[in-house]
């Protein structure tokens, strides 16, 4: 340990010598990407992030409050958090038969994905456009990632997937499903046709199961190369930070060796067991999301030069004629919503708008009114 005194004699290195350093040593792929930037939304009413607009009921928070009150943090949590297994599995319908693996978020658990798959010269594989972070972590594992365009109203191209994953032979191919940012969900017959050909993983990540009408979890064990990821995030619960994967004990007990030993944290775990015991919240919120996107659906439609797009998420997908000059309106209204155009040729002027509650709702629908969108 030094003495203030020899800490102050020493200078500090002057910031473009850092950079130089930075620029020498960091990997030159990491060192070219620009920071994952999360908006500012103090003050906004914010639709950006498919968040719930929901607080807890006071009851959840009750039982949340008094579980976290008693929680060891003094102890690193249970490393195989057996506990909450149970209750989550109770809660989501996780088949008798599944293993599960908890996630820090299913981000981590795409992260675990991508590092346990990660050999030489291995391939990540998804349709295009869709959730970023299979891109990142996919780079970030040294792993080459190849995109194949949806097809025709965003659904997945049945041969050109094909023929890539004959072609490329991935190691991991990812389905959102229902697919971020385009808000779809993919036929069942051809994602389980790839399934099939797919030589290797196939992740059916179910972010947005409670929106959607179908999932593909009952049949989490049903082929020898699937898991399903899922997420409470997107549930009134994104701040807790926790996803679980689901499907068979070789495959869960495979991902789980590349595992951080204490990946959920202590009052995460108190919060989740005491948040899912009694789960009927959770469906009473989403009902009232699902009501709310449908009447957001019918309104913005209503608004001339304002085309929606058929979602099953908590998000509603719009095209207007200048994307970038409707979210710069929407943001002086106080309304923060994503602007998709840029991202991709088929995301061109369309904006993504998290279903929020209903006077949020009333305001966006305000502000998308009075712009001019046409
Ligand atoms: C939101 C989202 C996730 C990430 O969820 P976390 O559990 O919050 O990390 C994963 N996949 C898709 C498709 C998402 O939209």
Known sequence: ??????????????????????AAIVRPDVHALSPYRVADARGMIKLDAMESPYDLPAPARARMVAAIASAAV????DGNPDVLKRVIARAFGVPAEAQMLLGNGSDELIQMLCLALARPNAVVLAPEPTFVMYRMHALFAHMRYVGVPLGEGFALAREPMLDAIARESPALVFLSYPNNPTGNLFDEAVVREI??????????DEAYSAFASRSMLASACAFPNMIVLRTVSKLGMAGLRLGYAVGSREWISSIDKVRQPYNVNVLTQAAACALLEDPSWIDAQSARVLHERTRLERELAAIAGCRVFQTETNFVLVRVADAARTFAHLENRGVLVK???????MLTNMLRITVGAPSENDCLIEALREAALA
């Open 339 to 345: 602007l998709l155009d840029g991202w991709h040729p």
């Open 74 to 77: 003094n102890r690193y949590p």
């Open 1 to 22: 340990m030094s003495t203030p005194a020899q800490t102050r004699e020493r200078a500090a290195p002057a910031a473009d010598s850092c950079a130089e350093r930075v």
């Open 195 to 204: 399934v099939e050909r797919a030589p290797g993983l196939v992740v059916i």
